[in-house]
């Protein structure tokens, strides 16, 4: 016996219940069963009301992005023009150039700059 005639031989069962139960089905019962039905269908063809409950959490996870990005960009109004303008691809080609002028010599006393460097991480 192949799958599709057993499936129809239990559809056919099915239903002969179904119908066999609905038609014991008292007077008051059936009508409560209709009205249910038409309630049922009505709901669906009225159109949802609910549309803006779900606009509400998109609107505010948008909201919450939008203020993230601004408080993320850094006021340039308060830096300097001249540290605005350098950037750190100049700040490495500076460090990095051999012909670029020493800071400091090599007969130089760095002691104020240890006391910098120390003053500066306190």
């Known amino acids: 016996m192949s799958q599709d ?13 179904l119908d066999e139960s ?3 089905l008292d007077g008051r019962t059936l009508s409560r069963l209709t009205q249910a039905r038409h309630a049922a269908l009505d709901r669906l063809e009225r159109p949802s009301r609910f549309g803006w409950r ?10 919450v992005a939008v203020l993230a990005v601004v408080m993320w960009q850094p006021d340039t109004q308060s830096i300097p023009a001249t540290v605005q303008a350098v950037s750190p ?4 080609e500076l460090l990095t150039d051999a012909e670029a002028p020493d800071f400091a010599d090599e007969n130089a006393d760095l002691d104020f700059y ?6 500066m991480e306190t």
């Open 114 to 119: 240890e006391w910098a460097a120390g003053e």
């Open 54 to 63: 779900t606009l509400v959490p998109a609107g505010a996870a948008a909201a």
């Open 89 to 92: 691809v100049e700040d490495l």
């Open 22 to 24: 609905a038609a014991r």
């Open 5 to 17: 005639s057993q499936n129809e031989g239990f559809e056919k069962r099915t239903r002969e219940l």
